[in-house]
């Protein structure tokens, strides 16, 4: 049972390029969600999903797109990176709200 | 708008001590948890408190809720090196589709 697996681990972009952070599970939990983690400051909300086709915004959503085609998959993308998305991005599952949260392993991301 | 704060944000002690690390919320939640991170890793969850009173234990970590109070304790009874970490509480945000507000972290680093 491989639970939330992100993929890359690492990545460097220059400003101004695009990505997309992966994020699966397999445990078919219904909410999904992105976070970002700086230092001293917790986890912040990014974008979530309470199921497939359904997506909306958290507490730091600009310069962030997400979409939910299956269950299964959560992509992040960032449209023009910044330096100031310099962070660790954890995707994180759980089955129903109220759940606790399984997280993957997250991307650590640097834009230079 | 909930707002979560834990303190201290960073301990070091010995083994063998006790102590304890408060997370206190601003509005209603109804629910409280209680994360572990260890360096470079990803998110373990530790407990989920429900009502008022709760009281959870799990080895030398114990937590309880008192909801009047809008506090949560995590206590670490005679620490072990092995406890060392970054612990993280987060809250409910009843207001905003359950969201999990998350505080600071503690940092947690216990000498042998």
């Known amino acids: 049972n491989a639970g939330v697996t992100q993929t890359p681990k690492f990545q460097v972009l220059k400003t101004g390029q695009s990505m997309t952070l992966q994020c699966a599970q397999d445990?078919?939990?219904?909410?999904m969600s992105w976070y970002r983690q700086d230092p001293g400051m917790g986890l912040r909300l990014i974008h979530y999903?309470?199921?497939?086709?359904?997506?909306d915004q958290g507490e730091v959503p600009n310069g962030y797109n997400v979409s939910r085609s299956t269950t299964e998959d959560f992509p992040l993308r960032l449209l023009s990176a910044a330096p100031s998305q310099t962070s660790v991005y954890f995707c994180a599952s759980r089955p129903r709200l109220g759940s606790p949260l399984h997280f993957g392993n997250g991307t650590r991301l640097t834009v230079t | 708008e909930l707002k979560v704060e834990q303190n201290p944000l960073f301990l070091s002690m010995q083994e063998g001590k006790n102590y304890t690390i408060y997370c206190n919320y601003s509005t209603t939640s109804d629910r409280l948890y209680w994360y572990r991170q260890d360096p470079g890793k990803s998110l373990e969850s530790l407990f989920v408190?429900?009502?008022n009173g709760a009281v959870k234990q799990e080895g030398r970590l114990m937590a309880s809720l008192d909801t009047k109070a809008r506090l949560s304790t995590l206590h670490i009874t005679a620490a072990v090196h092995d406890l060392s970490a970054t612990y993280f509480c987060a809250a409910n945000a009843m207001d905003s589709n359950y969201q999990l507000i998350w505080g600071a972290g503690t940092k947690l680093i216990i000498k042998p």
């Open positions: 408190l429900l009502s």
């Open positions: 999903s309470v199921g497939a086709g359904i997506t």
């Open positions: 445990m078919n939990h219904e909410y």
